[in-house]
T-cell receptor, first 114, second 115 residues
Framework: AQSVTQLDSHVSVSEGTPVLLRCNYS??????LFWYVQHPNKGLQLLLKYTSAATLVKGINGFEAEFKKSETSFHLTKPSAHMSDAAEYFC????????????FGKGTMLLVSP | EAGVTQFPSHSVIEKGQTVTLRCDPISGHDNLYWYRRVMGKEIKFLLHFVKESKQDESGMPNNRFLAERTGGTYSTLKVQPAELEDSGVYFC?????????????FGSGTRLTVV
């Protein structure tokens, strides 16, 4: 079985300050992990993915995430927030065992103030 | 390359009516998925097509939901009759292969409101 917990429903930052969105996962098998972002009235856009290669994954728009097996975490970070980063972010897990569906976290709303 | 397209973007219907949602995947993507997010909840899996066949429909909530993918191209999701708890955003996604290294491409979703 697989599950994912996003530890914060809302995160507020000021423009130019670092962003940290936290995600913990549970998986019976070796997982693949993703972060998706949804801007208002837009689809889910893939930010980055971890699929058992390098543990530090770089994505689009300056985001990156580190897979830490010992901590079962996959936190999303960005050194400096932009106003355009304001959106909802989803941590997603799937298992590398044949067929497996995506399991989503509840989402974290990122608010960026000037 | 065109993305995953969903129609309509919004739909408001009365309880008891029928609604049909449509998803056009990326051309050449054999795998098509439906997911749903009801208010305040996680996005949850509904079903998965491989070409025209249902690979997994374990997430379909009940028999009021019917999904089809004739000819392995676009897919429809029909809700009949609609109930209040069916309100939410319905997402479609497609992928070339079984996901992992390719990722899934999602559509913008259909926001369904049942009143």
């Amino acid at each position: 079985a697989q599950s994912v917990t996003q530890l914060d429903s809302h995160v507020s930052v000021s423009e130019g300050t670092p962003v940290l969105l936290r995600c913990n996962y549970s998986s019976s098998y070796s997982p693949s992990l993703f972060w998706y972002v949804q801007h208002p009235n837009k689809g889910l856009q893939l930010l980055l993915k971890y699929t058992s290669a390098a543990t530090l994954v770089k994505g689009i728009n300056g985001f990156e995430a580190e897979f830490k097996k010992s901590e079962t975490s996959f936190h999303l970070t960005k050194p400096s927030a932009h106003m355009s980063d304001a959106a909802e972010y989803f941590c997603v897990v799937t298992e590398n065992s044949g067929y497996s569906t995506l399991t989503f976290g509840k989402g974290t709303m990122l608010l960026v103030s000037p | 390359e065109a993305g995953v397209t969903q129609f309509p973007s919004h739909s408001v219907i009365e309880k008891g009516q029928t609604v049909t949602l449509r998803c056009d995947p990326i051309s050449g993507h054999d795998n098509l998925y439906w997911y749903r997010r009801v208010m305040g909840k996680e996005i949850k899996f509904l079903l998965h097509f491989v070409k025209e066949s249902k690979q997994d429909e374990s997430g379909m909530p009940n028999n009021r939901f019917l999904a089809e993918r004739t000819g392995g191209t676009y897919s429809t999701l029909k809700v009949q009759p609609a109930e209040l708890e069916d309100s939410g955003v319905y997402f479609c996604a497609s992928s070339q292969a079984l996901a992992l290294n390719y990722g899934y491409t999602f559509g913008s979703g259909t926001r369904l409101t049942v009143v």
